[in-house]
C-alpha cells in the first residue's frame, strides 16, 4: 500500500470512525501537530463525547478544547464543510475525469492511486496560493468579519487545459467537461 508523509491512512471493519480510531487519530495526528494551544471543533457524533479519553493522551504543555458543533449544523458553520472540502472533491473529480476521459491507463478506484491522488491534493492544498481560501472558509462560517479574496484550486489547475475536443459531437462538452489534449498525470499517479 502507498504511504505518504501527509495521509494517516487506518480503516475499521464497518468503513465508519470509531471511539479507538478516533483516540488513535487524536494521539498520532492531532496532538503531533499542534504546539501550544488547540481548539478542536467537532461534530455531534458520539464518538466525540468521551473528552476524558482525549485529554489523557494530549501533551501535559498543550491547552486544549473541544467544541461541539450542534446536530444538522455542520455544513453551516464547520470552514472545511462551507467550502474547502467542495472544493478538494472537485479536483479529485476534475482529475478521475481526466483519466476517464483520456482513456488513460490508471485505475482510479484502486486503494493506492486514491492514496497518492489524496496525498498529492492535500500537498496542493497547503500551497500559500490558497491559504485565503482557508481563511475565507472561516468567514463564511461566521468566525471571522474580514472576507478574502481567495483562489479557486480546480479553476487554477484546471482552466489552462485548453484544446479541441477529441471526440465528435462530445456530450461531455456540452456540459462543460470537455475531452482535450491536456498534461499526461501519469507520473503523479503511478
Not at 453551516?76 to 482513456?103: A, E, N, T, W
Request: charged letters at 25%; aromatic letters at 12%; glycine letters at 4%.
Amino acid at each position: 500500500m502507498f504511504k505518504a508523509d501527509n495521509l494517516y491512512v487506518t480503516a475499521s471493519p464497518s468503513g465508519k470512525m470509531t471511539k479507538k480510531l478516533y483516540l488513535e487519530w487524536s494521539e498520532k495526528v492531532l496532538f503531533s501537530h499542534m504546539e501550544e494551544r488547540c481548539s478542536f471543533l467537532a461534530g455531534s457524533w458520539k464518538i466525540f463525547t468521551d473528552q476524558d479519553s482525549v485529554i489523557e493522551l494530549k501533551p501535559e504543555e498543550l491547552e486544549y478544547e473541544m467544541l461541539t458543533i450542534p446536530p444538522k449544523v455542520t455544513g453551516q458553520i464547520q470552514p472545511l464543510h462551507v467550502l474547502c472540502i467542495r472544493m478538494y472533491k472537485g479536483c479529485f473529480k476534475k482529475i478521475s475525469d481526466f483519466v476517464f476521459l483520456h482513456d488513460l491507463p490508471v485505475q482510479v478506484h484502486r486503494l493506492d492511486v486514491i492514496l497518492r491522488l489524496r496525498s498529492l491534493l492535500y500537498q496542493q492544498f497547503q500551497s500559500p496560493r490558497f491559504e485565503n481560501l482557508i481563511a475565507e472558509a472561516w468567514h463564511k462560517s461566521g468566525y471571522t468579519d474580514e472576507r478574502f479574496m481567495y483562489v479557486n484550486p480546480a479553476k487554477f489547475m484546471f482552466d489552462k487545459l485548453k484544446g479541441s475536443c477529441l471526440h465528435e459531437n462530445c456530450r461531455h462538452c456540452s456540459s462543460g467537461l470537455r475531452v482535450v489534449q491536456g498534461p499526461s498525470l501519469l507520473p503523479s499517479l503511478l
